[in-house]
């Protein structure tokens, strides 16, 4: 109970760490993120016009059967968050505040949800794309070659920009379950595809051709979303390490006097972090009514001083 006060209690992102950069003011961090959406959004919207332009390639029969494929659905994800984040940005770089600060709290989280998908799915796209299906045709023309590597290499750049440029915390523990639960209802999505369709999206997934391998590289793949989420969040923690605490670059607010207020909100909500658990232990050891009354008095008045604070 004290983890579910502790969420509810202090704000979501009091230094808008999801709508600022170490390294570059509001305004360019939202033409950054704006391109990248255009050009994804160029990406898939060309490719559904080229097929259903070219009956040999089965026309838009194919567009509509590459809503199947894992790849496709990530990419047009990865284009929602960056239209998202880059709409966020820009409220933040011209109002001071992002709209994402009125979202009611789930819709905070899943933000922040959305944030670690978009970081870890491109890798794991790319990763078994170019060992398992990858082919001498994969870039055998220009059309194939261009899409290809936008779908299969340059998502996992736009997520590496992700990584880096903003000043985004490592992402919880409790989001990976989360992404193994998305694949798993890809999965699902996949042998539906087969049912209502009659092909399988990839051919590992096929036990007709691989038997019992099809168990070996769902788990391969499971093992492969743990170890890239936990490498990620370890390279956003460098990123944080190095730019904020080895090298004073706190971040590139609107005003820059928000620097001051960034550094003191977040002592102060680590210090109400400290305060709400050490007094969820004392409640527990000491039991009743009275103790709950204590515990969310104290909870208050560190909300309270820590706004003074900033």
């Given amino acids: 109970m004290a983890r579910i006060r502790l969420f509810l209690s202090y704000p979501f992102d009091p230094t808008h760490r999801f709508e600022t950069s170490w390294l570059v003011p509001p305004k360019t961090l939202f033409f950054i993120r704006a391109l990248i959406s255009l050009y994804i959004f160029t990406v898939l919207l060309f490719n559904i016009g080229y097929n259903c332009a070219r009956p040999s390639l089965g026309g838009c029969a194919t567009s509509r059967d590459n809503f199947s494929y894992f790849t496709v659905?990530?990419?047009?994800?990865?284009?929602?968050?960056?239209?998202?984040?880059?709409?966020?940005?820009?409220?933040?770089?011209?109002?001071?505040?992002?709209?994402?600060?009125?979202?009611?709290?789930?819709?905070?989280w899943l933000h922040s949800v959305y944030y670690s998908t978009a970081t870890v799915f491109p890798f794991l796209v790319i990763i078994v794309f170019w060992s398992l299906l990858s082919s001498p045709t994969t870039l055998s023309t220009t059309?194939?070659?261009?899409?290809?590597?936008?779908?299969?290499?340059?998502?996992?750049?736009?997520?590496?920009?992700?990584?880096?440029?903003?000043?985004?915390?490592?992402?919880?523990?409790?989001?990976?379950?989360?992404?193994?639960?998305?694949?798993?209802?890809?999965?699902?999505?996949?042998?539906?595809?087969?049912?209502t369709k009659g092909f399988y999206t990839y051919s590992f997934l096929d036990p007709g051709l691989q038997g019992s391998l099809v168990a070996a590289y769902v788990f391969g793949i499971a093992i492969g979303i743990c170890i890239l989420f936990a490498v990620i969040q370890g390279l956003i923690w460098v990123r944080r390490w190095v730019t904020e605490e080895k090298l004073g670059w706190d971040g590139v607010f609107v005003q820059q006097k928000e620097r001051k207020v960034a550094s003191q909100q977040?002592?102060?909500?680590?210090?109400?972090?400290?305060?709400?658990?050490a007094d969820g232990a004392s409640s527990r050891a000491g039991g009743g009514a009275d103790g709950d009354k204590e515990e969310?008095?104290?909870?208050?008045?560190?909300?309270?001083?820590?706004?003074?604070?900033?």
């Fill in 266 to 277: 977040e002592q102060g909500q680590g210090h109400h972090v400290a305060d709400i658990e």
């Fill in 296 to 310: 969310g008095g104290h909870e208050l008045t560190t909300i309270h001083t820590a706004t003074q604070t900033a």
């Fill in 73 to 108: 659905l990530s990419y047009w994800g990865l284009g929602f968050y960056f239209l998202i984040s880059a709409f966020h940005t820009f409220m933040y770089a011209r109002r001071g505040t992002p709209l994402l600060d009125s979202w009611p709290r789930a819709l905070q």
């Fill in 143 to 195: 059309y194939s070659a261009w899409s290809n590597i936008s779908q299969h290499a340059l998502n996992a750049v736009f997520a590496t920009i992700e990584i880096v440029l903003p000043r985004t915390s490592p992402a919880p523990w409790d989001h990976l379950p989360i992404q193994l639960f998305l694949v798993a209802l890809y999965l699902a999505l996949a042998y539906i595809t087969h049912a």
